[in-house]
């Protein structure tokens, strides 16, 4: 995390215009190989997409990065480098925080950690998740699932005093 924060640009008003070109250029040039990232990951070349985001922090560091870049390594099986980028994604405030929060779950899902699967499913839900029915058949979730307790935590973190007025739905 330290390292995120030394390599985000802050602006200073005593910077020269040399070194305002010199970020603007760097931002460009982050633009670009994140841009490639991006589309590595939808053309599914996960692996690929990884090194390429990584390219891409060590230019310049965005909330955005973070998180695709746990996308990256969610999908290609590494959960805890994942769930620790989704936690820096979160610390560097990316905005959308229901779908960082569902996929911190199901990266605790996969790394078998229930109670902080279950967290993160109830953060995802009061800040807006309201897709219910996929809880039960999205394959990420399917160890907590297993869980003897998953229908009362499933009725407890769908039940909460944010979520909608009528709970059967």
């Known amino acids: 995390l330290s390292y995120a924060f030394s390599k985000r640009v802050i602006e200073d008003e005593t910077a020269s215009i040399a070194d305002h070109n010199k970020l603007h250029n760097q931002i460009s040039l982050y633009r670009k190989v994140y841009n490639d990232a991006l589309g590595l990951y939808k053309a599914k070349k996960f692996l690929d997409s990884v090194g390429k985001f990584e390219e891409a922090m060590n230019i310049y560091i965005e909330a955005d990065t973070y998180y695709n870049y746990g996308k990256s390594l969610l999908s290609i099986g590494n959960f805890q480098d994942a769930i620790k980028a989704y936690e820096i994604a979160d610390v560097l405030d990316y905005d959308n925080k229901v779908n960082l929060y569902y996929n911190l ?65």
């Open 105 to 169: 779950a199901c990266a605790y899902s996969l790394s078998n950690e229930t109670e902080s699967s279950i967290k993160y499913l109830r953060l995802s839900i009061t800040r807006g998740f309201n897709l219910f029915k996929i809880l039960d058949h999205d394959s990420n979730l399917a160890y907590v699932r297993k869980n003897p307790r998953w229908k009362q935590i499933l009725v407890h973190i769908t039940s909460d005093k944010f979520l909608t007025k009528n709970p059967k739905e």
